[in-house]
């Protein structure tokens, strides 16, 4: 109750703040969209080249993307620390966070929370909905809860990661730049992971698995079992727990090097 009760008051906060600046919030909302809507209109300019890529036609590459829109929205929401290594390490203010009694990184995120983000998952849901009636997909009461267990899953996944990325900042002062690279990588979980080279494949799968935010679930409902990927697909959930877990023991492990900001 103490978690759920701070959560609320940060987002009474975040709400008096952006009723103050009602414009930059549509604005920060339609940016979103814009920067969504630009990568869909790619993707359809490559199949007016093309009938099929890797394979897949266009209705199941934009499914994939309509999916892979909704746990990133989500995770963008939540996730938003791009800016933590200037925030909190260089200007101390993890100095603050951590004499507070509730836990640091739930504090930070809470500080940080990017409700517009959310607009690109519905937006990604509503893609899937149509893409879903294209092409003539069987629609199960199970594939609810199936999408709501992949969507936690490849949020965890996403979470884990760029948790684990932002605990560098505990190792060293220095900017790495590395964040943005990562975020330019996951993106490759929209496209069928059979355009890529093994290697590739291998990397975006076990080491980085960001094909398990896109087009792994994605083919669950598709029925496209290409390298065994529908059979991969129930694994998200578990992917998303351990990859998470390895992220939060990263960023734990961290918080203990913290020294303060000094002079």
């Known amino acids: 109750m103490f978690y759920w009760s701070l959560a609320v008051e940060y987002m009474k906060n975040y709400v008096k703040t952006k009723l103050t600046y009602r414009m930059d919030f549509w604005i920060e909302v339609l ?9 869909l209109i790619f993707i359809l300019i490559v199949f007016r080249h093309t009938p099929t890529l890797g394979g897949w036609t266009e209705a199941e590459v934009v499914f994939v993307y309509g999916y892979f829109m909704v746990p990133s929205g989500i995770f963008s929401a939540l996730f938003n620390i791009w800016n933590f290594s200037e925030r909190y390490i260089v200007k101390g203010e993890m100095d603050r966070v951590l004499t507070r009694p509730a836990y640091n990184l739930y504090q930070v995120l809470l500080e940080n929370l990017d409700p517009p983000s959310l607009f690109g998952s519905f937006v990604g849901l509503i893609i899937m909905i149509l893409s879903w009636g294209d092409l ?11 999408l709501i267990a992949f969507t936690i ?21 220095a900017p790495t730049g590395i964040l943005p690279l990562m975020y330019n990588i996951s993106t490759y979980g929209r496209y069928p992971v059979n355009i890529y080279s093994k290697i590739i494949r291998f990397f975006l799968t076990w080491l980085l698995p960001f094909a398990f935010t896109g087009v792994i679930p994605a083919s669950y409902f598709l029925g496209r079992n290409e390298s065994g990927l529908s059979d991969l697909a129930p694994y998200t959930p578990l992917m998303g727990v351990i990859v998470m877990g390895l992220g939060l023991l ?13 002079s």
């Open 136 to 146: 003539g997909l069987a629609f199960h009461l199970t594939d609810v809860l199936m």
């Open 153 to 173: 899953g490849s949020v965890m996944i996403y979470a884990g990661i760029f948790t684990s990325l932002t605990a560098i900042s505990f190792y060293s002062d």
């Open 31 to 39: 940016s979103d969209l814009l920067f969504q809507a630009v990568n």
């Open 250 to 262: 990263i960023w734990n492990h961290g918080v203990k090097r913290y020294r303060g900001a000094g």
